[in-house]
Nanobody, 123 residues
Framework: QLVESGGGLVQQGGSLRLSCAAPGRTFNFYTMAWFRQAPGKEREFVAAMSWDGDIDSADSVQGRFTVSRDDAKNTVYLQMTSLKLDDTAVYSC???????????????????WGQGTRVTVSS
């Protein structure tokens, strides 16, 4: 399974870097994605990076969040800057179902969800 870390309490305008590790497994040829779920809201797509380096991110985070991966460490990152109050949520990472598949914003295209890491942005 995946293990997220890096969440916490940050002031509006601040930055955080989330990590998603896959201990004991290799996801080099899989698209990886970040989703988030705010209190009382449905899970939503944040960003994804394909196995061959393509990137997609939601309109709400473009220009502020950057997804990257280090396949040697089996880890995916989400660098978050200029955080807003609306970014408060539990952030989870997931693996695309099937290797060598491209980007997707649909949660049902992913599996092996981590437990999530909470990000709270304060004013």
């Amino acid at each position: 399974q995946l293990v997220e870390s890096g969440g916490g309490l940050v002031q509006q305008g601040g930055s955080l870097r989330l990590s998603c590790a896959a201990p004991g497994r290799t996801f080099n040829f899989y698209t990886m994605a970040w989703f988030r779920q705010a209190p009382g809201k449905e899970r939503e797509f944040v960003a994804a990076m394909s196995w061959d380096g393509d990137i997609d991110s939601a309109d709400s985070v473009q220009g502020r969040f950057t997804v990257s991966r280090d396949d040697a460490k089996n880890t995916v990152y989400l660098q978050m800057t200029s955080l807003k109050l609306d970014d408060t949520a539990v952030y989870s990472c997931a693996v695309r179902k099937g290797s060598y598949l491209g980007l997707s914003r649909l949660s049902w295209d992913y599996m092996s969800w981590g437990q999530g890491t909470r990000v709270t942005v304060s004013s």
